[in-house]
């Protein structure tokens, strides 16, 4: 059983960051890529961010680029999701989830793992 659990969500001004941390535990296993989603009220889950855990590699929502940069410490079986220049429009829950692929996938229904989630609210 693998656990996920996510921390660092909270209420920011627009313009500000916040950084996301989930860290996971239970069954290790070899290869693996995370993922960050957010479901906005009303709105369908979407992709955000995602990393190839063992190579490093990244992918982003076209919405995040250049705002937002995913990262991973394997000391500490943990993954962050850095976000800058929050917007109003980047009000959600944020969840991460886990794959056991290394292929970076971008449907929520790819990934088997999942954390509970945490709420990120940006005023403007």
């Known amino acids: 059983q693998v656990q996920l659990v996510e921390s660092g969500g909270g209420l920011v001004q627009a313009g500000g960051s916040l950084r996301l941390s989930c860290a996971h535990s239970g069954r290790t296993f070899g290869n693996y890529a995370m993922g960050w989603f957010r479901q906005a009220p009303g709105k369908e889950r979407e992709f955000v961010a995602g990393?190839?855990?063992?190579?490093?590699?990244?992918r982003y929502a076209e919405s995040v680029k250049g705002r937002f940069t995913i990262s991973g410490d394997n000391a500490k079986n943990t993954a962050y999701l850095q976000m800058n220049n929050l917007k109003p429009e980047d009000t959600a829950v944020y969840y991460c989830a886990a794959r056991i692929s290394a292929i970076v996938a971008t449907t929520d229904g790819l990934y088997r793992y999942w954390g509970q989630g945490t709420q990120v609210t940006v005023s403007s």
């Open positions: 990393i190839q855990w063992s190579g490093g590699s990244a």
